[in-house]
């Protein structure tokens, strides 16, 4: 049974109302509240029983599957291994997500562990939302890594946002490409109150053709702390590009240390970081549009972090 | 109607404090006025101040007989002020349709955003979703500006060089912008420019030099001074006379 607490979780991370139709996978305390299969997108469970195989067929188009975690026991801690292998030529979405609601004095954590093998010519939008609520004075910890292997012409489009109630995460994301494969992530993190969150690229670019942009937008309230880290290595004819683009506020603090090394000399590698408190002309612009400062401030980060 | 009552403004430099505005009283009581005047004379201090964003040292604004000196800018724009930038902010996320969203106070149809934009010569399918930020050209920006100054529908209105920064081209456009605001207004419209073809459109021009009112008139008693002798050169010869 999913209450409405879980109810709540499984909204805010993965925009669902309820069981959703399709594959799926409900993890809820550490037990599998429900699963569903599709005719071309099978979930296993491992052998070692620590976390699930997805098996996306080859050719499979427009199918999406849901692989949500809600945690709302106090005190719960888990390290979760999910496989997702992506046939040739499919094109899918997958979203993913934990949400955390900690009522109680000890510290909740999950750490999830995805590893993607993206077949030739096949397509992945990947989503992760990750999101804590509760009145509890216990930590809520996420620490999800990711790891994705493509394979050549391959495409995945990794939006990933924690915006609320997550107080220590590290997040890190490892990337292989082969030829002429493109990997776009889109990261938004927003921290206030003590919280901590680091983020971690590291990508290899190692087929000719090879591509791969990365966005990261963060907004540092109170005295939160981030930082960001990419490494990028252009092993091939690839082009790569990080952006770092930050906002702090507060007390608040982000530091941004991007590497790009290209090992070939057709490899062109850019990154660019910002980090920055609100423009005062942007605030002034809206508030000759009739905002307060602070309806101003709230404007501003939530178009940042669309 | 707004006036600016011997309003006075200074700013801190390094070499001390130096007067931008040394006592400047005009009254903005038709449609269509134009300030203008040489560089450096006080013009976008005195738009700033009507804004709110600066506060003058000493004097008084006051709108539609409200003493509006010590508002904030928020509360001027609340009161029917709004303000075009001479440089438009850009930002990073913020969409066109954000930007106009706000500015009308609610959530606009696609029509109706659809007519803002067309007014200042934009298509709204092409602008709507964009973002506000450097992939604009400086004469898509300075539309958008405007348009969400139209979108504002207040009964006052100032434009800070609405041709500053963009080409030749887009000014060609901009002024039949301006054009069709001037059948559109039901305030008071006040803009800054040196432009000949926007002084050409005021009913009112007030010429502003050194941090004062030089001159000020209608349109037909003020434009034959300005053309055919340079008026930074005329002030200088005022000074010798």
Redesign the interface.
Not at chain 1, 284 to 293: N, P, S
Not at chain 1, 303 to 306: P, S
């Given at each position: 049974m999913i209450d409405k607490i879980e109810l709540n979780l499984l909204k805010e991370i993965a925009d669902l109302h309820g069981i959703p139709t399709g594959a799926y996978n409900i993890r809820k305390n550490g037990q599998s509240e429900g699963r569903g299969q599709s005719a071309h997108i099978h979930i296993e469970n491992r052998e070692d029983g620590r976390g699930i195989v997805i098996t996306v067929d080859p050719g499979t188009k427009n199918e999406s599957v849901h692989i949500p975690v809600i945690i709302s026991k106090t005190g719960h801690e888990e390290t979760v291994y999910n496989d997702f292998y992506i046939g040739e030529d499919a094109d899918v979405t997958v979203i993913a997500g934990c949400g955390i609601h900690n009522s109680g004095a000890c510290g909740t954590r999950h750490d999830g562990i995805h590893s993607f093998y993206v077949g030739k010519n096949a397509r992945v939008v990947y989503v992760e939302k990750h999101y804590g609520d509760g009145e509890g004075t216990g930590e809520r910890v996420m620490n999800p890594k990711t790891v994705l292997h493509l394979g050549e012409g391959a495409k995945v489009e990794m939006n990933t946002t924690q915006i609320k109630g997550v107080d220590s995460t590290v997040r890190e994301t490892e990337a292989h490409l082969a030829a002429n494969a493109v990997l776009e992530i889109s990261e938004k993190i927003m921290t206030h109150g003590k919280q901590f969150a680091k983020t971690a690229f590291s990508v290899d670019l190692n087929g000719d053709g090879s591509a791969c942009h990365v966005v990261s937008?963060s907004v540092a309230k109170e005295d939160s702390r981030q930082e960001y880290h990419s490494i990028m290595n252009g092993n091939a004819r690839c082009t790569g590009r990080t952006e770092c683009?930050a906002i702090i506020m507060d007390n608040g603090k982000v530091s941004a240390v991007p590497r790009v090394s290209a090992n070939n000399v057709d490899a062109a590698l850019a990154h660019e970081a910002a980090i920055g408190r609100i423009?005062g002309?942007?605030l002034?612009?809206?508030?000759?549009?009739?905002?307060?400062?602070k309806e101003a401030e709230e404007?501003?980060i939530a178009?940042?972090?669309? | 109607m707004l006036s600016l009552e011997n309003v006075r403004f200074s700013v801190n430099t390094e070499a001390g404090k130096k007067e931008i505005l040394s006592g400047v009283s005009f009254t903005v009581d038709s449609p269509f006025t134009v300030i203008t005047g040489p560089n450096g004379g006080g013009k976008s201090t005195i738009a700033k101040l009507i804004s709110g964003i600066y506060t003058p040292d000493s004097g008084r604004i006051v709108f539609n007989g409200e003493d509006i000196t010590g508002l904030s800018v928020t509360q001027r724009a609340k009161a029917g002020i709004s303000y075009a930038f001479q440089t438009p902010v850009r930002f990073k996320g913020i969409t066109v349709s954000d930007l106009l969203n706000v500015a009308s106070g609610r959530t606009l149809s696609v029509v109706e955003a659809c007519d803002f934009l067309s007014s200042v010569g934009l298509c709204a399918r092409d602008y709507l979703d964009r973002e506000v930020n450097a992939s604009l050209s400086g004469g898509e920006l300075k539309r958008i500006e405007i348009a969400t100054v139209l979108a504002r529908k207040t009964p006052f209105a100032v434009f800070d060089e609405p041709e500053a920064g963009i080409d030749l081209w887009s000014f060609a456009s901009l002024i039949r912008v301006f054009e069709n605001v001037r059948e559109q207004i039901n305030g008071n419209i006040v803009i800054i420019s040196h432009q000949e073809r926007i002084l050409n459109i005021a009913d009112r021009i007030v010429v502003i030099s050194g941090g004062k009112v030089d001159r000020a008139g209608t349109k037909e008693e003020i434009l034959p001074t300005l053309f055919g002798q340079d008026s930074a050169c005329s002030v200088l010869k005022g000074k010798m006379d």
């Open positions: 937008r683009d423009a002309e942007q002034v612009k809206f508030m000759t549009l009739g905002l307060t400062e404007q501003i178009g940042f972090l669309k | -």
